[in-house]
């Protein structure tokens, strides 16, 4: 039994998210599975580094699988290329440690979520981006932003109602810079919630529109209240970026 690495890219506005489902074939984990199952002709399942949402888009996500075969990672590959849909593209793919898995062993990963600061409209990246013509106070963000970051309990950051294990998190960094008409928030931790990235997004839009104060971050980490903190983020302009082992 060999244990795979594969790194890919996608282009998620299509697909239901990362997470296989039972109600639709019409995930990037569903995908890999079926397509690895047939060509390695035994049941395959997939760990991917992380859950990116839907409509969410990816551009380095690293998985893991074991199969039991002889063929080589380059033909495995170029498989993978040939039968791939074109929006999700297999990057390298090499033979791991035994031990390796793409999300046990994850240490750190970056989300960049990018916003279309402009009343001019941006015809051929749409699809990847938030548009939000109004204009965001760069300064306060950043006050606010600083505050997110470090270990904290992250519950007020997430969708979820009821939660099994921890919600405590580190988020190592928080930039935001401003390329021409487009902003652009790259988040580094060592884990997300669900929702997470696009809640802190969101609360810092809300934060830059003048619609929000600044104390509600400290209440949400001191009340853990899903209310104190912002909108979530339309997913569109939210993309996997880097991931660390």
């Not at 998985?63 to 080589?72: K, N, Q, W």
């Not at 409209?121 to 306060?140: C, Q, S």
Request: glycine content about 8%; aromatic content about 8%.
């Amino acid at each position: 039994m060999r244990n795979f690495r594969l790194t890919l890219a996608y282009d998620g506005s299509r697909y239901k998210g990362w997470q296989k489902q039972g109600n639709t074939p019409n995930t990037i984990q569903g995908k890999l599975e079926t397509l690895l199952s047939r060509v390695l002709e035994q049941n395959v399942e997939v760990n991917g580094s992380g859950r990116t949402d839907a409509g969410a888009h990816a551009r380095m996500q690293v998985a893991s699988f074991r199969a039991d075969t002889d063929i080589s990672c380059g033909e495995l590959l170029r498989q993978m290329r040939t039968y791939l849909p074109e929006d999700i593209g297999a990057l390298e793919l090499t033979e791991a440690a035994p031990r390796f898995h793409a999300r046990l062993n994850c240490v750190e990963k970056t989300y960049v979520y990018r916003i279309w600061n402009s009343e001019a409209p941006n015809v051929f990246e749409r699809k990847y981006l938030w548009t939000m013509p109004r204009e965001l106070d760069m300064a306060k963000m950043s006050l606010a932003a600083g505050k997110i970051c470090g270990k904290h309990d992250f519950r007020a950051f997430c969708s979820l109602k009821k939660f099994n294990k921890s919600t405590v998190r580190h988020a190592k960094e928080i930039k935001i810079e401003r390329i021409g008409n487009e902003l652009r928030f790259s988040v580094t931790g060592d884990g997300f919630l669900y929702n997470m990235v696009r809640i802190i997004v969101g609360t810092l839009v809300e934060v830059g529109l003048g619609e929000r104060d600044m104390s509600t971050i400290d209440a949400a980490f001191e009340t853990l209240d899903r209310q104190q903190t912002g909108q979530t983020a339309p997913a569109c302009g939210l993309t996997l970026w880097e991931v660390k082992y």
